[in-house]
């Protein structure tokens, strides 16, 4: 089916299943060699499949999380959107193994601006530009680096 498509095509029917949070649906749209890079993760490239549990954790910590595309923009195989992103930390975060972040029940809002590749009617690549507030807030960034320092580096 996403062959047929395009990539303006494939990235809001992709945007559509990750909006409902229906990540089965949303990773259908996402080759196997998949990569999503940005500040949350110093651009290190992640893969789909730990996308995808980054995701379930995510949405889990966050029930009320959504996110309402703004504006898109297609030429060829890229598209670029502009989202804002609401959420409130509700639930436990597990982001690693063997840490887990407990709630502050503080709400969140960023602006993200993510640049989609598209080859053979699945996404390639996503480069995410995100205001970060969620990190600012929750210091999510800074807790996974001081609990890898110490040595509690998950194993491959």
């Not at 990750?18 to 949303?26: G, Q, V």
Request: glycine share 6%.
């Amino acid at each position: 089916m996403a062959e047929n498509m395009t990539a303006e095509e494939v990235v809001r029917a992709w945007n559509d299943a990750y909006s409902r949070k229906d990540l089965e649906a949303t990773l259908a749209l996402m080759s196997e060699d998949f990569i999503r890079l940005g500040d949350s993760s110093h651009w290190t490239p992640i893969n789909k499949k730990d996308w995808g549990q980054i995701m379930i954790d995510f949405f889990k910590a966050f029930p009320d999380w959504h996110w309402d595309m703004t504006t898109l923009t297609a030429s060829g195989d890229r598209v670029v959107c502009e989202f804002t992103e609401n959420g409130t930390f509700t639930d436990p975060y597990p982001v690693l193994p063997g840490l887990v972040l407990a709630p502050t029940g503080e709400s969140y809002t960023d602006y993200d601006c993510d640049c989609f590749e598209v080859k053979d009617g699945l996404i390639t690549e996503i480069r995410a530009y995100v205001t970060n507030e969620l990190d600012r807030k929750f210091r999510f960034v800074s807790k996974i680096e001081e609990f890898l320092s110490t040595g509690n580096a998950p194993e491959k």
